[in-house]
């Protein structure tokens, strides 16, 4: 697994092939609009040159020049017969030429090098029009204004003349026009038929290169692919490999980021693979320096390992390549908790079986000493203290004794319908002869309150329940008791004023050889053995047992069993 960049030649012969193929593809992308730019040019050049401006330029040139000579001849015949009908032609091109006029102007707008011109032409019509009208005006006066107009022909010859000569140079610049179309055009031309005789050629040398080396490359690229779907198939089959390993394994590259983070990474840490990938280490992990410090030491020791608010006991061993490392770490947690309740239970049973042990063997030594006075009541209170502390050794061994039948799952119940009230106040009176006298115990429970239970099982809880009460109240208090029927189930409480429980220890003390007081600095000693029993056993009746306590204040526990009806 590579983290490093290399160069691999499959990407790159891949690479080359793509930058080739690509510049062939733009080039004939170029070629094609090259061509479609020279098509649309042909014909913007066309239709701008011919149809737009030569055609009409040269049309209405020439049309001009026919309507004046329809001017002419009605107004020539005019003068010969001085007929009105006879100005018919003169009359029909009249609004034609002012037509012509207006378009050639219109023209010079988009080729003002015609302008001239076409002043020159619009002045010399003019000129030829207030010619023509005075011919005829002279004609309407009769024989003697039809003779002076007849008189006058040379002068009109010599207008129409200058007419001619302007009309002429405008289509002699209409044909220039036209020639610089044709060139423009041309040029046109010629530069596409380059570009795509360039392009053309540059494709063909592209293809002419990909036909002598893309056979090579491509052989490159299918075996390099080949190679890298074996180390992928590899490598996927070692990711799922790992996927379903116990142990946590994550990948660092040279930087300590992490590369790889499998399920049972997430499992251990509670981080998720896409929270945890492409960061470093130490963010993700604040004990890495722990964990190294254990490795560099020899692997051996137990670490703790602190993760998005989690805590656990780990073991790590690492492997170290060019490219970073492999961490593997495994939880050991339930184990050192397990290793860690074991030293708790040696040092509590130890604790509590040497006292009641201790005042046995006292009792016994001083029975037995020679020297004793006989006095039957010294007998009878040494008798009576060998009697208790052999009791507390059977509790304290029953205890250990249930516990582990429980952890084996070995003990049965004898489920049956009892009657919660008087079952909870025997042990209240049993729990009055035990109590001191600074301690008082009262009940508070309603007659035939039923639930489905083990009598023995249950009354077992409350006792533990109220000798834990009498017990964690060394200064003395009301211990309550109350029994009452709610949500179709029934509930017990037993409440005292004494010690109370600190927050923080109020989620483990139902563990297994855990005790609020474990250095018994309030004088409370205990195998941390009864309120575990006491859950569990309520687990295996459906039934709840939870706490509410405040430190100095009291605690109340609470037990909920279902299923219950009255009689």
Known sequence: MALGRRRDPALAARGRTRIALGTMLLLLAFLAAASIFAMNRLYTTAQSRYVDEAFPLRERARDVVLQMLNEETGVRGYLITADRGSLQPYTAARP????????????????????????????????????????????????????????????????????????????????????????????????????????????????????????????????????????????????????????????????????????AAVALTGIPEEAALNRSAREVLPDLAAIDGALGAGGAALVPLRAEGRESWLTASEGRFEDGRVLVLRDVTAEHQLERARSEFLATASHELRTPLAAVYGAARTLRRPDRPDDPELVSRLLLVIEEEAQRLASIVEQILVSAQLDRDEVRLNRQVADVSALCASVVESARLRAPTVTGIELDAPDGVLADCDPDRLRQVLANLLDNAIKYSPGGGDVRVRVAERNGGVRIEVADQGLGIAPEAQGRIFEKFYRADPDMLAGVGGSGLGLYISRELMRRMDGTLVVRSLLGAGSTFIVELPRTRKL
């Open 96 to 263: 034609v030429v002012r037509s012509d006029l207006a378009g050639l102007t219109d023209l010079t707008k988009r080729r003002p090098e015609i302008a001239g011109d076409v002043r020159a032409l619009r002045a010399s019509v003019e000129a030829l029009d207030k010619y023509f009208a005075t011919q005829i005006a002279l004609v309407t006066q009769g024989t003697s204004g039809q003779a002076r107009a007849q008189g006058d022909v040379l002068a009109g010859k010599r207008r129409f003349d200058g007419f001619r000569a302007r009309a002429d140079q405008l289509l002699v610049r209409s044909d220039r026009i036209v020639s610089s179309a044709e060139a423009s055009q041309r040029r046109t031309f010629r530069r596409t038929l380059g570009l795509v005789v360039v392009a053309g050629l540059l494709i063909a040398a592209i293809g002419i290169t990909l036909l002598l080396y893309l056979p090579e490359h491509l052989k490159l690229i299918y075996d390099r692919e080949r190679e890298a779907r074996r180390l992928a198939e590899r490598g996927d089959r070692a990711s799922r490999a790992l996927t379903h390993v116990a142990d946590a394994v994550i990948l660092l590259d040279r930087s300590e980021s992490i590369r790889y983070w499998n399920p």
